[in-house]
């Protein structure tokens, strides 16, 4: 199987910048997404990596090494509303979306 | 962007019932996944509906338990069979329009069964 993995949970202040890492098998790699969860939500997209380098999108930038298996979400100028679950995804060879194990992130004042 | 509606948006079941879950897109899309998110734990890819054929299936997940049906592009069920507390999870559905939309999946907003 695939096994994508990324922290458990991770905390922050308002204001601070946090990355969240995303590790993954290459073998069959078709792009990375990165999408957001709120408590109770269906997740919503934030970015999507084909090629190796960063995607910055506002606060939010999303970087891929395909040679590494190796994804980062970069959160800048955190907000409280950006507490939330980060989920890493990567999209294989038959055309299947599998989800990492999510990070929960808590932002605090 | 695809809207997606799914129904019921939460349900109380007894264990050794089923339900039924339906998914509805306001456009025409080729692939739907069904997915089940458990508390606190990220998304599990169930199965993969597909219009016209069978739908295809994950590890750990079987035909007997998860039935599906896919009757056009806009539709899709999915059934929880003889159901037990382990079932109690949020059922997600979700479809990928293609890469004019990069790729992107997009995701209904669950339902969210309790099995007791």
């Known amino acids: 199987g695939q096994n994508i993995d990324q922290p458990t949970e991770m905390t922050a202040t308002e204001g601070a910048i946090v990355q969240i890492n995303c590790t993954y098998q290459t073998s069959g790699f078709n792009g990375l997404f990165w999408y957001q969860q709120h408590a109770g939500e269906a997740p919503t997209f934030l970015s999507y990596n084909v090629l190796d380098g960063l995607e910055e999108k506002g606060r939010f930038s999303s970087f891929l090494s395909r040679s590494k298996g190796y994804s980062y979400l970069l959160l800048k100028e955190l907000q409280m509303k950006d507490s939330a679950s980060y989920l890493c995804a990567v999209f294989y060879n038959t055309d299947k979306l599998i989800f990492g194990t999510g990070t929960r992130l808590q932002v605090f004042p | 962007s695809a809207v997606i509606s799914q129904k019921p948006s939460r349900d109380i079941c007894q264990r050794g019932t089923s339900l039924t879950i339906q998914c509805q897109v306001d456009?025409?899309?080729?692939?739907m996944f069904w997915y089940r998110q458990q508390p606190g734990q990220s998304l599990t890819l169930i199965a993969t509906?597909?219009?016209?054929?069978?739908?295809?299936?994950e590890s750990g997940f079987v035909i007997d338990k998860f039935p599906i049906s896919r009757p056009n592009l806009t539709f899709s069920t999915l059934t929880v069979s003889n159901m037990s507390p382990e079932d109690s999870s949020i059922y997600l559905c979700?479809?990928?329009?293609?890469?004019?939309?990069?790729?992107?999946?997009?995701f209904g907003p669950g339902t969210r069964l309790t099995v007791l």
């Open positions: 509906a597909n219009q016209g054929s069978e739908a295809t299936y």
């Open positions: 979700s479809v990928a329009p293609g890469l004019a939309f990069n790729n992107e999946q997009f």
């Open positions: 456009s025409q899309v080729t692939m």
